[in-house]
């Protein structure tokens, strides 16, 4: 027995939904674009360990329960998307231990940039899930699941040990605060891998409209 399609007002009103759910974001940040004396700076320490390492968890959560159930499935696509969020939910916890007079006196680089780096290194997961995964690459992919979840914690793993020590590179006294250099380099090519990948979606949608895609 097949499950009936939604109805063409249905998925409109679906469309609508998502939408607006896209453009709040966009509306909120050209409103303090428009209207700098409304961006309040509010700074509590340890509300923002607790806000970044709270968020951080529940992004973990949901990559874990994808991988799971990927796993399960043989699903490579789902399982590169929950790496994805691993990796931009492992490297926001570090960052919130750069949180000052919490567990560190003073932020350093290498908690400072893990958000930018766990989210350059979630656009090659991110690409890599939009690619035709079926037949043999797909089953690849599958193989090699349990090595790749391993790599990626480990990685954050001597990434942390390494701002902790701390080691170069990450040894620095004045954490970068704005895009630029290196950090630049991460942006700019998992900016474009994240577009990439959106449209790829955006395909897959059309040819299969399904609630996961």
Known sequence: MTAARPSRPDR??????????????????????????????????RAHFWLVLTVAALSAV?????????????DARVLLVSLAF?????????????????????PNPGFTIATPVGLALGSLFAVSSSIDLS???????????????????AFMAVWALASLAPLPPLDGRTPPERASGPLLALAVPAICLYAVSAARYVGFWRRRPTVML
């Open 12 to 45: 409109n009103a679906r469309l609508v939904a998502a939408g607006v759910a896209v453009a709040l974001p966009l509306v909120g940040l050209a409103l303090l674009l428009t209207r700098p004396a409304w961006d309040v700076m509010w700074q509590h320490h």
């Open 62 to 74: 949901l990559a874990y329960g994808t991988g799971v159930a990927a796993i399960r499935r043989a």
């Open 86 to 106: 691993l990796c931009a939910a492992g490297f926001l916890g570090l960052h919130a231990l750069a949180t000052p007079q919490v567990m560190l006196d003073s």
């Open 135 to 153: 037949g043999d690459r797909g089953l690849a992919t599958m193989r090699v699941a349990r090595r790749l979840r391993g790599a990626l914690l």
